[in-house]
């Protein structure tokens, strides 16, 4: 049993392991046998798997979470997080089942967590500058890592990242309640962010020549993705997602009202485009800002009705 710090809780147990996984019995079995060396225990969530994954997993020392119909990674997820809920396990790691994430990374990734220095650690593909990744998902990673960014205020370079690592103490303050689809990365780091729980990153290496590929459309997996962050952030910020964009284009139809003012002033006649677009910016605008301002009041009311 490893031992853990005083100041995460001297009543709760050592490191566990959860990994989901969904038709991976080319993988789960090395996975699971080279996790084990580093934690007290190793859950595998077989979300559904129509495969060997979950007799794999076994032989190969795991305790398994049998679900027998596919319910999607986030849902899988969430009853292991009940499961090391249950049992009282200080320290959770989160990996993939697909051999993307290399096990023998997970001390470092623990360390902040066990030397109290953090309460998540996120396994970073970006820090140490050498992702493989298509320059199309790259595009989409970061328009990802800005919003959920924007949401917490922090700065996290790798937002999407599976791996990472949670403490007792993050996991209880973790609110899934919503949480469906991929969407699991982006809401924890929403979730834990705004509840004052220390986030870090650590740089990981990762693995794309594995025999699973991603069982989801990458644009349709990132669509649904940025759907959900900008639904999370018009309920967490209101202000920022409708009213500021409402000033930026105010500001700039005030720049076209100044043009078309200066052409009738010179010639008599109004232009029409400067004027058109000025008219169109202005509402668009007005409409934002507004919207913004009706909305960050409804929030607040919300929130204190739930604080009573």
């Not at 290399?102 to 140490?128: H, M, Q």
Request: aromatic share 8%.
């Amino acid at each position: 049993m490893h031992t853990l710090p005083e100041e995460l809780n001297s009543n709760i147990m050592g490191i566990v392991a959860l990994i989901p996984a969904y038709n991976e019995e080319l993988t789960i079995g090395s996975v699971v046998l080279k996790t084990k060396p580093y934690v007290d225990k190793v859950i595998v969530v077989d979300d559904g798997s129509e495969d060997r994954t979950s007799e794999i997993a076994e032989k190969a020392g795991a305790e398994v979470i049998r679900i027998e119909k596919n319910i999607g990674k986030a849902n899988a997820i969430k009853l292991g997080f009940e499961k090391v809920r249950e049992e009282g396990w200080g320290v959770v790691v989160l990996l993939d089942a697909d051999g993307q994430h290399d096990p023998d990374e997970i001390p470092e990734l623990v360390k902040p967590v066990l030397e109290n220095e953090a309460d998540v650690v996120i396994g970073s593909r970006f820090l140490n500058g050498n992702a493989e990744i298509p320059r199309y998902r790259l595009f989409g990673q970061r328009i990802l890592n800005f919003l959920t960014n924007v949401g917490t205020r922090t700065k996290i370079s790798d937002t999407q990242s599976g791996y990472r690592v949670l403490s007792y103490k993050a996991l209880e303050r973790l609110d899934l309640t919503v949480t469906a689809g991929y969407n699991l990365e982006s809401d924890m780091i929403l979730s834990l962010g705004s509840n004052g729980i220390r986030i870090t990153e650590l740089p990981i290496t990762v693995r794309y020549d594995v025999p699973s590929k991603h069982k989801c459309n990458p644009i349709l997996h990132g669509f649904s993705i940025l759907t959900n962050l900008v639904g999370q952030l018009s309920f967490r910020n209101p202000i920022f997602l409708f009213s500021l964009p409402g000033v930026v284009f105010l500001l700039i139809a005030a720049s076209f009202w100044m043009w078309a003012l200066s052409t009738y002033t010179s010639s008599g006649s109004l232009s029409f485009g400067p004027t058109m677009a000025a008219g169109i910016l202005t509402i668009i605008g007005s409409l934002s800002f507004v919207t913004g301002l009706i909305l960050n009041t409804l929030v607040q009311i919300l929130k204190r009705v739930r604080e009573f």
